[in-house]
């Protein structure tokens, strides 16, 4: 966390109810956290993400761990060349509708 507060300052990070994210470590760095209510998934994008890293993966046998692991870095890979895939997987409207409003666009938003 303290890595991620020096590389890039954040006003606040918002997260779910998880047990990782309410530890008294990640609490001490000092970035607020804006906490999600649970069962909201269009509060959170990334979980549409994850829930498509899942499908591409699971349900397959891998000899190794390595080679799972080797697995989702090669679909994270796809994904990252396809901004418009990641854009339909998490691009609520309520989110383009608040990106377009920004005063400033942004260069890699959804």
Not at 59 to 70: D, H, I, N, S
Request: one cysteine or more; hydrophobic letters at 45%; aromatic letters at 8%.
């Amino acid at each position: 966390m303290e890595a991620l507060r020096a590389d890039a300052p954040l006003d606040a990070v918002a997260w779910d109810g998880a047990t990782s994210h309410r530890d008294e470590a990640v609490r001490a760095v000092g970035v607020p956290v804006i906490q999600v209510p649970r069962y909201s998934p269009e509060l959170n994008p990334a979980e549409r993400l994850f829930e498509e890293v899942r499908r591409h993966v699971e349900g397959r046998v891998y000899a190794t761990l390595t080679e799972k692991v080797a697995a989702v870095y090669d679909f994270l890979d796809e994904l990252n060349a396809d901004p418009a895939r990641v854009r339909s997987l998490c691009g609520w409207d309520w989110i383009n509708t608040a990106i377009a409003t920004l005063p400033v666009p942004l260069e890699n938003a959804a």
